[in-house]
């Protein structure tokens, strides 16, 4: 069965210290987003992407964050100079289209000390 | 208004009974509405969904209530078994292209023998 894997699967960086998510999307899933998950919280959308632009973002999606495709298949979330309270499960999801399923990875457990 | 509320926040039930997690929405555009079983260390997976054209969907041993007058979904479980002991959120998705998913709280679901 197809899969969305995400890595690392634990980061721990220093407060101030940019950061790198990495996501390789379902082969044809056009539809790509970040959601993230502070622990024992629910899951919080932060940033959809289509079509190599972001189609929406949320409050949380500050001037911190970026997204990008670089190189047409990994999908990844920079976070610039993350703070304490960035420290969370950063979860990516495909999808092939609107309103459809969209596949979550395993996630990556953020740790800013 | 983009809420979506959950409860209850954890569940106990006994092997072979029947687990009920509740939905409620206020925003009237939301037209999908999905629910995600997570399992600890684990991203959500899409259990099932349904639209809100029909009042109730099956699959197996989990369905899906809807009352749209009220605004309100529900989770069943039937014959619930300890491999359903999981974090379960409801979700919903607007009807203009939004694509993002609005989780609930979530409910602990704990299956005892």
């Known amino acids: 069965e197809p899969e969305v894997t995400q890595t690392p699967s634990h980061q721990v960086t220093q407060m101030g210290q940019e950061v790198i998510l990495r996501c390789v999307p379902i082969?044809?899933?056009?539809?790509f987003y970040w959601y993230r998950q502070i622990l024992g919280q629910k899951v919080e959308f932060l940033v959809s992407?289509?079509?190599?632009?972001?189609?929406?973002k949320s409050e949380i999606f500050d001037d911190q964050f970026s997204v990008e495709r670089p190189d047409g298949s990994n999908f990844t979330l920079k976070i610039r100079s993350t703070k304490l309270e960035d420290s969370a499960m950063y979860f990516c999801?495909?999808?092939?289209?609107?309103?459809?399923?969209?596949?979550f990875g395993q996630g990556t457990r953020l740790t800013v000390v | 208004q983009q809420q979506v509320k959950q409860s209850p926040q954890s569940l106990i039930v006994q092997k072979g009974g029947i687990s009920i997690i509740n939905c409620a929405y206020e925003?009237?555009?939301?037209?999908?509405f999905p629910w995600y079983q997570q399992f600890p260390g684990k991203g959500p997976a899409l259990l099932i969904a349904?639209?809100?054209?029909?009042s109730e969907k099956k699959e197996g041993r989990f369905t899906i209530s809807f009352n749209k007058s009220a605004k309100q979904f529900s989770l069943h479980i039937m014959d619930s078994q300890p491999g359903d002991s999981a974090t379960y959120f409801c979700?919903?998705?607007?009807?203009?292209?939004?694509?993002?998913?609005?989780f609930g709280t979530g409910t602990r679901l704990t299956i005892i023998p």
């Open positions: 999801a495909t999808s092939t289209g609107r309103n459809t399923e969209a596949f």
């Open positions: 992407f289509y079509n190599n632009e972001i189609s929406e």
């Open positions: 979700a919903a998705i607007t009807n203009f292209g939004n694509e993002k998913l609005t």
């Open positions: 349904i639209r809100p054209d029909v």
């Open positions: 082969s044809n899933h056009l539809y």
């Open positions: 925003n009237t555009a939301f037209d999908y």
